[in-house]
T-cell receptor
Framework: AQKVTQAQTEISVVEKEDVTLDCVYETRDTTYYLFWYKQPPSGELVFLIRRNSFDEQNEISGRYSWNFQKSTSSFNFTITASQVVDSAVYFCALYTGGGNKLTFGTGTQLKVEL | DGGITQSPKYLFRKEGQNVTLSCEQNLNHDAMYWYRQDPGQGLRLIYYSQIVNDFQKGDIAEGYSVSREKKESFPLTVTSAQKNPTAFYLC???????????????FGDGTRLSIL
């Protein structure tokens, strides 16, 4: 069975601080995909990144970066120089098998204050 | 612009009543999904459909029903059998084309359902 754990329920930082959101996953499949989504207060989920299990390269996109480590089954997300607009709930998700079914973590509420 | 439209944004249900949540997409996506989100929890899959006139139960299908008569539309009915329907419902779609069956799912803005 697949499982995604986001142990941090809520994180509060002051603007311009760096913040890392943790994601730990469990699967027996050797081929899988990991995702991060952002859910702003308006409610919709916004896709941020997809990473497959064969690509352990870290990725940077502007202030966002992702650290994928298969050895620890983790796919952590770092926001550098956080801004108030980063305030949202962030979900990590895992895809394996057929049916395009994503297994979501419980989310991390990030609050960035001035 | 292409996207997913969910309506209504807010919906209230009386005891014993069935209600239907609308989801329409103009992304030409084959697959559509319904998720339920409860406070402090991740999204849980209710139903999904990979092709017209076909759909499969997700992890929490009891008390819900769906139809997929058109590629663009995937309405969700919350029946009276669903005893705890208060939640945020998200519809999503994705392309199954090519080898990338793991396309990121595109989400609508959601419908918040409450009990009167």
């Amino acid at each position: 069975a697949q499982k995604v754990t986001q142990a941090q329920t809520e994180i509060s930082v002051v603007e311009k601080e760096d913040v890392t959101l943790d994601c730990v996953y469990e699967t027996r499949d050797t081929t899988y995909y990991l995702f991060w989504y952002k859910q702003p207060p308006s409610g919709e989920l916004v896709f941020l990144i997809r990473r497959n299990s064969f690509d352990e390269q870290n990725e940077i996109s502007g202030r966002y970066s992702w650290n994928f480590q298969k050895s620890t089954s983790s796919f952590n997300f770092t926001i550098t120089a956080s801004q108030v607009v980063d305030s949202a709930v962030y979900f990590c998700a895992l895809y394996t098998g057929g049916g395009n079914k994503l297994t979501f973590g419980t989310g991390t509420q990030l609050k960035v204050e001035l | 612009d292409g996207g997913i439209t969910q309506s209504p944004k807010y919906l209230f249900r009386k005891e014993g009543q069935n209600v239907t949540l609308s989801c329409e997409q103009n992304l030409n996506h084959d697959a559509m999904y319904w998720y339920r989100q409860d406070p402090g929890q991740g999204l849980r899959l209710i139903y999904y459909s990979q092709i017209v006139n076909d759909f499969q139960k997700g992890d929490i299908a009891e008390g819900y029903s769906v139809s997929r008569e058109k590629k663009e539309s995937f309405p969700l009915t919350v029946t009276s059998a669903q005893k705890n329907p208060t939640a945020f419902y998200l519809c999503a779609s994705s392309s199954l084309l090519g080898t990338v069956s793991n396309q990121p799912q595109h989400f609508g803005d959601g419908t918040r359902l409450s009990i009167l």
